[in-house]
């Protein structure tokens, strides 16, 4: 089985940074889509941003593009997300996934919730005004 394990959530101000990381075992990822997620009370689940393992070729929505940034430690099967001048918008329970395919992120520019095939269970970010 492939886990995945989030960490780094907390509460920050407006403007403010926090790096997420979300650690995988069970399985290797070279070929694997890796990314982020998040939602909102009463939101659907929204793709945040994306990584392919093989190439580290990154991927962003729009609405977090120049804020945050997505990285990887391959000694560490860990992927990343650095998140800076934080909005209130962005308060949600981030989720790391990961897809078994690489190739959707790169045709498409993003993830889609429904094909991942593993989940973590979440970190909550919370962004105070």
């Known amino acids: 089985q492939v886990q995945l394990v989030e960490s780094g959530g907390g509460l920050v101000q407006a403007g403010g940074s926090l790096r997420l990381s979300c650690v995988a075992s069970?399985?290797?990822?070279?070929?694997?889509?890796m990314g982020w997620f998040r939602q909102a009370p009463g939101k659907e689940r929204e793709f945040v941003a994306a990584?392919?393992?093989?190439?580290?070729?990154?991927y962003y929505a729009d609405s977090v593009k120049g804020r945050f940034t997505i990285s990887r430690d391959n000694a560490k099967n860990t992927v990343y997300l650095q998140m800076n001048s934080l909005k209130p918008e962005d308060t949600a329970v981030y989720y790391c996934?990961?897809?078994?395919?690489?190739?959707?992120?790169?045709?498409?520019?993003?993830?889609?919730?429904?094909?991942?095939?593993?989940w973590g269970k979440g970190t909550l970010v919370t962004v105070s005004s």
């Open positions: 996934a990961a897809d078994r395919s690489s190739v959707p992120l790169y045709v498409t520019g993003k993830l889609s919730a429904q094909r991942m095939d593993y």
């Open positions: 069970g399985r290797t990822f070279t070929n694997y889509a």
């Open positions: 990584l392919r393992w093989s190439d580290s070729s990154t």
